[in-house]
């Protein structure tokens, strides 16, 4: 077989299998968390890149490739099984800040000077360090920060607020194809999205993007940027409604002079806005 | 507009309301969102009732404006 033609077929061959052994090893790994890891990924490459273009001897190249893709394999199922295993091999977190103060050996266990460590907090968007309660360094050098109680960004439970239950939205149509476990996801159908694209005046194949929320609403992107669709506004309406209902029962509370009728109005009145103040979080 | 008029009116837009909170209390997924909305509806059943149980009784009283 004249050369170049054994090297194309190795290399067509190599490329789909360094798909398949990422597949193999597996996202963790390939995340690269430890210098090791990264190590093993050059080296990776090398026996790839040698085996494609006749550096490497296929025999040996590829016994080499299978042992190293064969110990990548075995160290990260150990690693996922033992705690000593991986301690051993990642290395703990190490406590960096605790309780407000900075534990300045460990910082020199983890070989990082102060000034890193202040730099990492900075990407953190963390210019204080006497904001910090406590920090650590993971395995791969990373500094991961529980910030002091009045610090930390509010929360609807610091206003006593409730915040709506809801799901994540769904994407439903991507590129003007309708996706239909996204739909499955929310309970629904194509016949509903039909549905709601006819309310709107579109079709599928005019959306770029198209979500639908845990509410039910749906949003679109359209391709044409010049059109504008107007964004769900049922619950606003809702909202409004509600109001109304409520304004108008009291009036008519006001209005009655038979004492019993203006109670029930009154009554009614109150039910309304028990029910506007309930659904609040989910008409915002 | 007679009274009767009116309280049919807020009957009308309490019925739409109800309707809408039917639909988002069946298209929500996540229990504690559809539990909200569904406990909604039979007060919003109610208030509906009392309002027609209103009109009725308006109706006998002055049956010129019946049906308006």
Not at chain 1, 30 to 55: D, H, P, S, Y
Not at chain 1, 66 to 85: D, F, I, P, Q
Not at chain 1, 224 to 247: G, I, N
């Given at each position: 077989?004249?050369?170049?033609a054994a090297v194309?077929?190795k290399?067509?061959?190599?490329?789909?299998?360094?798909?398949l052994?990422s597949?193999?090893?597996?996202?963790r790994?390939l995340?690269?968390?430890?210098?090791?890891?990264?190590?093993?990924?050059?080296i990776?490459?090398?026996?790839?890149?040698?085996?494609?273009?006749?550096?490497i001897?296929?025999?040996e190249?590829?016994?080499?490739?299978?042992?190293?893709?064969?110990?990548?394999?075995l160290?990260?199922?150990?690693?996922?099984?033992?705690?000593?295993?991986?301690?051993?091999?990642?290395g703990?977190?190490?406590?960096?800040v605790?309780h407000?103060?900075?534990l300045?050996d460990?910082?020199?266990?983890?070989?990082?000077?102060p000034e890193?460590?202040?730099?990492?907090?900075?990407s953190?968007?963390?210019?204080?360090v006497?904001?910090?309660?406590?920090?650590?360094?993971?395995?791969?050098?990373?500094v991961n920060?529980?910030l002091?109680?009045?610090?930390?960004p509010?929360?609807?439970?610091?206003?006593?607020?409730?915040a709506?239950?809801?799901d994540?939205?769904?994407?439903?149509?991507?590129?003007?194809?309708?996706?239909?476990?996204?739909?499955?996801?929310?309970?629904?159908?194509?016949?509903?999205?039909?549905?709601?694209l006819?309310?709107?005046?579109?079709?599928?194949?005019?959306?770029?993007?198209?979500?639908?929320?845990?509410?039910?609403?749906?949003?679109?992107?359209?391709?044409?940027?010049?059109?504008?669709?107007p964004?769900?506004?049922?619950?606003?309406l809702?909202?409004?409604?509600l109001?109304?209902?409520?304004?108008d029962?009291r009036s008519?509370?006001?209005?009655v002079?038979?004492?019993?009728?203006?109670?029930?109005?009154?009554?009614?009145?109150?039910?309304m806005?028990?029910v506007?103040?309930?659904?609040?979080?989910?008409?915002? | 507009?007679?009274?009767?008029?009116?309280?049919?009116?807020?009957?009308?837009?309490l019925?739409?309301?109800?309707?809408?909170?039917?639909?988002?209390?069946?298209?929500?997924?996540?229990p504690?969102?559809?539990?909200?909305?569904?406990?909604?509806?039979?007060?919003v059943?109610?208030?509906?009732?009392?309002?027609?149980?209103r009109?009725?009784?308006?109706?006998r009283?002055?049956?010129?404006y019946?049906?308006?």
């Amino acid at each position: 077989m004249p050369e170049y033609a054994a090297v194309l077929i190795k290399t067509f061959l190599l490329f789909f299998a360094v798909i398949l052994i990422s597949r193999l090893v597996g996202r963790r790994w390939l995340a690269a968390r430890t210098g090791w890891e990264r190590v093993w990924m050059m080296i990776f490459a090398f026996f790839v890149a040698g085996l494609a273009v006749n550096l490497i001897p296929l025999r040996e190249g590829l016994l080499a490739l299978a042992m190293w893709t064969g110990l990548a394999v075995l160290v990260n199922y150990m690693m996922l099984k033992s705690k000593a295993v991986r301690d051993l091999l990642e290395g703990r977190e190490i406590v960096a800040v605790q309780h407000g103060k900075v534990l300045e050996d460990n910082l020199w266990e983890a070989r990082m000077n102060p000034e890193d460590f202040l730099r990492q907090l900075r990407s953190k968007q963390i210019f204080q360090v006497a904001d910090v309660d406590f920090a650590v360094i993971e395995s791969d050098g990373e500094v991961n920060v529980l910030l002091k109680s009045d610090q930390k960004p509010l929360t609807p439970a610091d206003f006593g607020r409730v915040a709506a239950p809801e799901d994540a939205p769904q994407t439903v149509i991507l590129d003007g194809n309708i996706l239909d476990e996204g739909l499955r996801n929310l309970g629904l159908n194509r016949g509903w999205l039909l549905n709601e694209l006819e309310k709107k005046g579109i079709s599928a194949e005019n959306v770029l993007i198209g979500q639908v929320d845990s509410h039910g609403d749906l949003y679109v992107d359209l391709f044409d940027d010049a059109l504008q669709v107007p964004p769900p506004s049922t619950r606003q309406l809702l909202e409004a409604q509600l109001e109304q209902a409520e304004a108008d029962l009291r009036s008519y509370s006001l209005e009655v002079k038979d004492p019993a009728v203006q109670a029930m109005f009154q009554e009614c009145s109150d039910k309304m806005r028990q029910v506007r103040q309930e659904l609040e979080p989910l008409l915002r | 507009m007679t009274v009767g008029t009116q309280v049919k009116k807020t009957a009308v837009l309490l019925k739409g309301i109800e309707a809408t909170i039917r639909a988002y209390a069946e298209t929500t997924q996540h229990p504690e969102a559809k539990e909200i909305w569904s406990r909604q509806i039979p007060r919003v059943e109610e208030v509906i009732d009392q309002l027609e149980k209103r009109v009725q009784t308006l109706e006998r009283e002055e049956p010129q404006y019946k049906g308006y």
